[in-house]
């Protein structure tokens, strides 16, 4: 019997593993857009909803909060596999997404209901960032890991660039944040009722995806893809032992965590940033847009370029971080003007901030390959809920401070 039950293990594979990854990456797709829904419109969202300042880091804020219960929903996944962990998560996204569109007339209860539902949304963060590795080791081959990582991991990422993209577009500006000061669409009434169609409209977009999630999104496949997905791994406290004593997988985490964490609460926010140098949410929503699209583009090609060539990683990770401290650095030169004389243009600023997001956030899925490689067998989710956790960290310490930005 165990003979027989191992056979399959050599490496089969399911056609239906791609509506399997689809399913997970629009899950995690709508739980950016949630997440991001507020940092490109925080101009037009004062004025419709009375928000501070310290509202609107605060929104974003939820998102690392969510991730306080992290090792509870890596103990889900690890025990109660895809399945359960997907169902509970979706449904949080729905509870907050519909909290969010609760029609009262009262403002203080109003935002209170929308801290919830950015809070509930924040919840489902852990299995979105998280369960990438698990599925993809769970359904493909080898040699096809670092691709399904990659796609399922950085559609979070393309979730929040497209609310840096319907938000502007959608939500017109109120006066003396936008270059087309058209009076009458910058009314409080006529911005508010545009906000409620994109809270509408995100409602219905993860009640759909709940909806197909609980019609069909099994735990496993019939049998394992690979050795690897057949073997056993370690329990959840010698996974955490291991983890922890390991030096190098703590270098590493730290490499991911640093670097990512601070980007994603700075890219939430940066309307919030941009606005004092007369960067309209406009721009500022395009330039948050095409620098987490052209990360995830770059990320797919660089998973499927090291699917076919193994152990070129570490080099890979030092290419794409040397591109970002160099962009990251011009950045820096050019908004202090005083100090530098550099001059600060659309051009200047666009170029910088896109090729800061590309090079940082097409190295997520060759992190999270070189995690699992590095701690095998520790359970993959378990690995990149240590990892994401510590990054969200960084993150909060970040927004905890812009919680006091004011000029």
Known sequence: VPVRRLAPAAGRVYGRRWLVLLLFSLLGFAQGLLWNTWGPIQNSARLAFGFSGW?????????????????????????????????????LMVLGAGLRCVPVSDLEIRKKLIHGGQLLNGLAGPTVMNAAPFLSTTWFSPDERATATAIASLLNYLG???????????????????????????????IKDRIEA????????????????????????????????????????????????????????????????????????LDLILTPVHVSQVDAGWIGFWSIVGGCVVGIAMARFADFIRGMLKFILLLLLSGATLASTWFTLTCLTSVTHLPLTTATLYTSCILLGIFLNSSVPI???????????????????????LSNVFMGVLLFFLTFYHT
């Not at 109660?80 to 169902?87: A, E, I, N, P, S």
């Not at 936008?178 to 009314?187: K, Y």
């Open 160 to 190: 929040a660039a497209g609310a840096f993209l319907v938000g502007p577009l959608v939500v017109p500006s109120p006066n003396g944040t936008s270059h087309h000061l058209l009076v009458s669409q910058s009314n409080t009434e006529h």
């Open 198 to 269: 994109v809270l509408y409209a995100e409602f219905g977009m993860v009640s759909l995806i709940f909806s197909a999630a609980l019609a069909y999104f099994p735990s496993r496949p019939p049998f394992p893809p690979s050795v690897a997905a057949a073997s056993q791994r370690l329990s959840y406290r010698r996974s955490f032992c291991r983890l922890l004593s390991n030096f190098r997988f703590l270098m590493i985490a730290l490499a991911y965590a640093i670097p990512l964490g601070v980007f994603s609460g700075w890219s939430g926010v």
């Open 367 to 389: 992190f999270f390959e070189l995690f699992v490689e590095t701690v095998y067998p520790v359970p993959e989710g378990i690995t990149c809920g240590v990892v994401t956790f």
């Open 55 to 91: 509202d609107i880091a605060l929104l974003v804020f939820w998102g690392p909060i969510g991730f306080a219960p992290c090792f509870f929903f890596m103990w889900l996944m690890d025990k109660k596999g895809l399945r359960v962990t997907v169902l509970l998560t979706s449904s």
